[in-house]
DNA sequence: CTGAAAGCGCTTACAG
DNA sequence: CTGAAAGCGCTTACAG
C-alpha cells in the first residue's frame, strides 16, 4: 500500500500539486483559490488519508522540527525524568526530540554532536561533559542552536538553564550546622563540572562562616570508575576512621544512592548515628526508612524553560538572539533523615 | 557559514556530483572511476569537512535511519534502562532512537504512530497500551515493521520480546509459601496487560498448587488514578483487617515502592512483620534495609533483542519475514526481605 | 572511465 | 484564480 503524495490527490483531481499543497497547508485564502476546488481537495485528502511526507518537507524548507537531547545517561532517572519534560514541552511546538547519552564522555559528545547535525537536528539541549567546551564553541561558531542544561561553561557565553546550586547547597549545610553537626562531612564526584564546583564552594563557605576549622578533611572526591566501591571507601573513612563525623551531605543522586547502601552495610543507623543531606531528590528517597533530606531540583521547569528557549531561537535562526541563561531556585525538602 | 553539499565539491573539481556521490559512497571501484580523482574528491571532502544531508539522503533512499520507541513513561527507571539499552543497540547499526511516552493511553499511542510515520521512521518498539489492538493490526496490515516489548497481544502475530512472567512469579509466590508464608497476598495494577494478567495466572497457580484456600481475598488489583494512596489502602487492608497477611508479593517496581513506603509508614517491619518480593528491579531495592528480594528483568537483552529484530526486518522491507516471538527469563534475586 | 538526467515529495516565487 | 517550474541535496540507472 504506497502513500498518497501530493502528486495522486492532484492527478486525481486534475488540478496541479502547488494547488493541493496551498490548500492543505490553509494558504488558500491568502492565494484565493475558489472555495469549491478547496473543499475537494480537503475532502480527497481525508478521504485517501493524506499524511505529508515530512523528510520531504524538511528537505525543502531546511528544518526537521526535531531536536536533540544530550545527556550524560538517560538511564539515570534525574536524566529519565528531564527526557520526559523535555518530550512533553517539544511537544507543544510539534517537535520531536532524539536522546542520546554521552556517558560523561566529551569525544562521544562530539560524535553524537556531528551525526546529529548530518541529520538535520534543528537545535541540542544539551548536558556538557567536561572537556567538551571546544564541541560547544563549534557549535556556537557555526551558529547552530543549542542550551545548555544542569550545567554551564561559564566563561563561554551561550543559553542555559541551571540551578542555585551554590545557595542550595549553602543553605542546607549551614541547617545541618545550626542542628548542631558541626562535623559535617561532603562526598561528591571529582569532575570539573560547574554544578558540582558550585555545590563544593557552596559547602566549604558555610563551613568556613559557621567557624568550622579543618573541615578540609571531612571533604572526599569520589572518581567515576569503580564508583559505588569508592563511595562506600569514603563513607567508611568519614564515619569510623579520624574524624567521627556524625552527618554527611551527598552532592549528587549517586552519591547519596551510593553512600546509604554502604551506611546500611556498616549498620550504622539514620539518623541516630549518621544524618544525610543529599543534593537531588528521588523517589527511592521518599521511600527510604527513614525518608532522606533533599535539595529537589525544578527538573521539569529546568526542561521545560529549556525547550522553549531553544524554539524560539530556531524559529529566529538568523536574527541574532541574545543569550539566555536561567538559574532556578531549588526546594529544600527536610525529612527524618537529618533531625 | 553554509555546510558544503556534494555540488560544491564537483564545481571545484570540475567533475560532476554522480562522480563525487559514487566515490564518497565507495563505489569508486566498482564503477571503475580512476584512483587519481578518487583521491581528489576525498581529499577535497575532507578539507571542506563535508558532511552528507542525511535527509536528502533519506527522502531519495526512502528509509530515515530512525527508529522509534514507545513506552508508557520515558521517566520511569524501568523504561529508562529500556531507552538506554535500545539507545546503545542502535547506534551499533547506525540508528538514530526517538523516545516517545504513551502514558498508558491507546489514542495517544494511535496519534504518536501516525506522527511517527509521516516522519518516516523505519520501524518501531513499542510497549503496547491496553486498548491498542486496532492500532497495531493497522501498522501490521500496512507493513510497517515493528515488535513488541514488555507486553504482547496474544492473539496477533507479531514480533514480541517479553519475559516469562508467568513462571517467574509462579516460582517466587512458591519461595515464599515454602518458606512458610502460606497467607502471601498479591497487589498488583488492574489493567488487561498480558504481562499482567500472567503475574496473577501465576500467583494463582502457585497458591492452587500449594492448597491454600481462600486466595481470592489475599489479592488486590490497583487503579492507576490515587496510585500511591490506593497502594497504601491495599496494603492495609491486607495486613491490618481481616485477612492478618505476614507476605506481599508487588507485581511491579511502581507498586512495590509505592507499598513499601506505605509499610513504613505503617511502622511494620520488613520481614519481621511482613515478609516482602517485587517483580522488577531497581537500584533503591537493593539500598533499601533491608535490601528487597526481587524479579529482575533482563531488560538489556529485551532491548538489544528488540532492536535486532526490528532492523532486520527493516532491512529486508519487502521480502516477507517470519514474525519473531521471543520469550527470556528472569533473575530472581533473593535478599533479606523475605527471609 | 565519466557526465547528464531523472526523481524522492514537498513548497514557493513567478507568470499568466 | 490556477499552473508550470525551480530547487532542497542526494543516489542511481543509463548513455556514451
Redesign the interface.
Known amino acids: ?1 504506497k502513500k498518497t503524495s501530493l502528486n495522486d490527490i492532484a492527478n486525481k483531481l486534475g488540478v496541479s500539486k502547488s494547488l493541493v499543497s496551498l490548500v492543505l497547508n490553509g494558504k488558500a485564502k491568502q492565494n484565493r483559490i475558489g472555495d469549491e476546488i478547496s473543499e475537494k481537495v480537503l475532502k480527497l485528502a481525508k478521504e485517501l488519508n493524506y ?6 518537507r ?2 525543502r524548507l531546511g528544518r ?1 522540527e ?1 531536536i536533540a537531547l544530550i545527556v550524560a ?5 534525574f536524566f ?2 528531564m ?3 523535555v ?2 514541552e517539544a511537544d507543544k511546538f510539534g517537535f ?6 554521552s556517558d560523561e564522555n566529551p569525544d562521544k559528545l562530539g560524535e553524537l554532536l ?7 537536528v534543528d537545535g541540542f539541549i544539551i548536558s556538557p561533559t567536561i572537556k567538551s567546551k571546544e564541541y560547544i564553541l563549534k557549535l556556537k ?3 547552530i542552536p543549542f542550551v545548555l542544561i544542569d550545567r554551564c561553561l561559564p566563561p563561554i557565553k551561550t543559553n542555559s538553564v541551571v540551578v542555585d546550586n551554590y545557595n542550595s547547597t549553602y543553605y542546607a549545610v549551614k541547617f545541618m550546622l545550626e542542628k548542631g553537626y558541626k562535623k559535617t562531612g561532603f562526598i561528591t564526584v571529582s569532575s570539573g563540572l560547574s554544578n558540582m564546583k558550585e555545590r563544593l564552594l557552596g559547602y566549604k563557605d558555610a563551613m568556613k562562616n559557621f567557624g568550622v576549622r579543618g573541615y578540609g578533611s571531612y571533604i572526599r572526591e569520589v572518581d567515576y570508575k569503580n564508583f559505588n566501591e569508592s563511595v562506600g571507601e569514603a563513607v567508611k573513612e568519614l564515619l569510623l576512621t579520624q574524624n567521627n563525623l556524625r552527618a554527611l551531605f551527598f552532592a549528587t543522586l549517586r552519591v547519596g ?1 551510593a553512600a ?2 554502604s551506611i ?1 552495610d556498616l549498620k550504622l543507623r539514620i539518623p541516630q548515628d549518621v544524618a544525610v543531606i543529599s543534593f537531588d531528590d ?3 528517597y ?4 527513614p525518608p532522606i533530606t533533599a535539595i529537589a531540583q525544578p527538573i521539569d521547569m529546568m526542561s521545560s524553560e529549556a525547550v522553549k528557549i531553544l524554539i524560539n531561537e530556531i524559529k529566529q535562526k538568523n536574527v541574532k538572539t541574545e543569550k539566555t541563561q536561567i538559574v532556578l531556585p531549588t526546594e529544600f525538602i527536610i525529612r527524618e533523615s537529618c533531625c
Open positions: 500500500m499524511q505529508p511526507n515530512q523528510i520531504a524538511s528537505l526537521s526535531t545517561d538517560i538511564s539515570n532517572p529519565a525524568r527526557g520526559r519534560a518530550e512533553d520531536k526530540v532524539i536522546f542520546s547519552s556531528n551525526v546529529l547535525i548530518d541529520r538535520q561558531k557555526n551558529n544512592m546509604i547502601k546500611n528521588a523517589d527511592a521518599q521511600i527510604f526508612y
